[in-house]
């Protein structure tokens, strides 16, 4: 069975510093892994996954995340916080077909906090 | 547009009634999900469904119940069996089981409800 660490409920940056958002997971195959967003009083919104292929994917909103299998990490960076990254941060993973687990897991999410 | 919508977007229960929370999406999309969220738990899952009239339960489901009679639509009920239903919940969907083949969850704006 697969879980995912999410380390820092909140994590508290300055406008156009560095953004690090840390996941970890645990998964007994090759893992699929998530990053999605929410807003306050929305729903979720994908920024970006890894499937399979190059180990650091770029998704939205100038977003990336790299695939690191020895130190099963999915940590999520963007070299310079906005103000409208301020958000709720959930990294996901899933087993995929080869763990026989079909929907994923979600961490408890990382609260983005951005000062002017 | 296609998407997904819930309704409605509050909803007040008084202690001992059922309620049923609305979840349509024209994505034709095969699989639908409900999440609960609740503040720094994450998103926990309470039922699946990969296919119409079929539906499987998921890690919270007591005190829930779910049908899943057209492609578009998963109502979820939440009875007076459930005892803490206060919650934000979400409906997501995907083409196929996300973990099983990494595919994105596309959610709704969610519901929140609130027991008096």
């Known amino acids: 069975a697969q879980s995912v660490t999410q380390l820092g409920s909140h994590v508290s940056v300055s406008e156009g510093a560095l953004v690090l958002l840390r996941c970890n997971y645990s998964?007994?195959?090759?893992?699929?892994l998530f990053w999605y967003v929410q807003y306050p009083n929305q729903g979720l919104q994908l920024l970006l996954k890894?499937?399979?292929?190059?180990?650091l994917v770029k998704g939205i909103n100038g977003f990336e995340a790299e695939f690191k299998k020895s130190e099963t990490s999915f940590h999520l960076t963007k070299p310079s916080a906005h103000m409208s990254d301020a958000a709720e941060y959930f990294c996901?993973?899933?087993?995929?077909?080869?763990?026989?687990?079909?929907?994923?897991?979600f961490g408890r999410g990382t609260s983005l906090i951005v000062h002017p | 547009d296609g998407g997904i919508t819930q309704s409605p977007k509050y909803l007040f229960r008084k202690e001992g009634q059922n309620v049923t929370l609305s979840c349509e999406q024209n994505?034709?999309?095969?699989?639908m999900y409900w999440y609960r969220q609740d503040p720094g738990q994450g998103l926990r899952l309470i039922y699946y469904?990969?296919?119409?009239?079929?539906?499987q339960k998921g890690d919270i489901a007591e005190g829930y119940s779910v049908s899943r009679e057209k492609k578009e639509s998963f109502p979820l009920t939440v009875t007076s069996a459930q005892k803490n239903p206060t919650a934000f919940y979400l409906c997501?969907?995907?083409?196929?089981?996300?973990?099983?083949?990494?595919?994105?969850?596309?959610f709704g704006p969610g519901t929140r409800l609130t027991v008096l």
């Open positions: 997501a969907s995907s083409i196929e089981l996300a973990g099983g083949y990494g595919d994105t969850q596309y």
């Open positions: 998964s007994s195959v090759p893992p699929y």
């Open positions: 890894y499937t399979t292929g190059a180990t």
């Open positions: 996901a993973v899933s087993d995929g077909p080869a763990g026989g687990s079909y929907i994923p897991t």
């Open positions: 994505l034709n999309h095969d699989a």
């Open positions: 469904s990969q296919i119409v009239n079929d539906f």
